[in-house]
């Protein structure tokens, strides 16, 4: 219904404004995020554009807002190291994606939010690592549980 995805949005759009004028949900409890081994590499989401269905499913799921702003705005190409930034790079370094320790942030639909930690990944080379944590969106069916 038209209603109900409007009323999702004012309600993330809310809880963004709260969140970045100080008001935290840091009360609520800390959701450990899974270890996952990428199975399938051609599964991932070049530049995935999150519905407002998906935005409320991850907020749901992670009730961090500023967390689920920089999902939204960062899973994508622009934002990942240069040696994943475009299809070509991803195919031809299909192996060196295989070698990274990704955590699952959330589930949307058939749909996974993984985050690669910089500390975790010290290993890789330089080309597909990041100062910052990132994050893409895979199918789920591409992951295994570690």
């Known amino acids: 219904m038209p209603g109900n995805k409007i009323v999702g949005d ?38 995935y554009i999150f519905s407002s269905s998906d935005s409320m499913q991850l907020l749901e799921q ?15 190409e622009a934002y990942w190291p240069s040696g994943m930034q475009n ?13 990274y320790k990704v955590y699952r942030v959330a589930n949307i639909g058939t749909r996974s939010i993984l985050m690669v930690p910089p500390d975790k990944n010290k290993h890789m080379s330089a080309a597909f690592q ?17």
């Open 10 to 47: 004012v309600f993330l759009c809310c809880l963004i404004i709260l969140s970045s004028c100080g008001y935290q949900l840091n009360e609520l409890p800390k959701k450990r995020f899974e270890r996952i081994r990428i199975v399938d590499a051609s599964e991932i989401y070049g530049n």
């Open 62 to 76: 992670l009730r961090k807002p500023s967390l689920v702003h920089k999902i939204i705005g960062e899973a994508r």
């Open 87 to 99: 299809l070509d790079h991803r195919i031809r370094n299909r192996t060196e994606l295989y070698s």
């Open 130 to 146: 990041k100062k910052d944590p990132f994050y893409f969106v895979i199918n789920i069916s591409a992951t295994r549980i570690e």
